[in-house]
């Protein structure tokens, strides 16, 4: 039974593409049924979290409007030396939850996520994802691309397992 459920936003909860603004502002696009499937799930009792490399505003933003439960932006990878991986963040928060990683289901699409990925009880990527990733033993490729309802794809499986 998943009882965590985390997300990478570039390329999940997004389309992956940087938009700017004549003036230098950083947009992002985020699909309204992918939230609405992580309000669902939060209602059933699952924790729901961001894990990104990126440190934004509008991630911060996006994740307060959620009223997620957990946001680690500026969380590394193992391609960056130094800095805490999603794999440990989701370890640290596994820990406080009293669960294990196998009651987890993460969302990513690039290398930066292979390592939780392949650690995770529920690997999932959108379609669009890398090659790399794809390939993850157990991983479910969702017909959906990241921000154009990915997420709610996974979100309403989940649901119907609770």
């Known amino acids: 039974m ?60 996006r994740a307060k409007k959620l009223n997620l439960d957990y946001l680690f932006m500026g969380v590394g990878s193992q391609v960056q030396d130094g800095a805490t991986s999603k794999l440990e963040v989701c370890q640290q928060i596994c820990k406080e939850m009293g669960i294990g990683l196998d009651e987890v289901c993460y969302v990513g699409d690039d290398v930066n996520d292979l390592d939780i990925l392949q650690s995770v009880g529920m690997p999932v990527c959108p379609r669009n994802a890398r090659p790399e990733v794809k390939q993850i033993s157990g991983i479910w490729v969702l017909e959906h691309c990241g921000g154009d309802g990915a997420i709610r794809e996974v979100a309403d499986r989940i649901l119907k397992e609770l």
């Not at 992580?38 to 729901?48: A, E, S």
């Open 2 to 61: 998943i009882r965590l459920f985390l997300t990478d936003v570039d390329g999940c909860l997004t389309d992956g593409g940087m938009y700017y603004s004549a003036n230098g502002d950083e947009l992002k696009r985020f699909c309204v049924y992918d939230g609405m499937g992580m309000v669902q799930l939060r209602k059933k009792g699952v924790k729901c979290g961001i894990l990104t490399s990126e440190t934004t505003p509008i991630v911060e933003r």
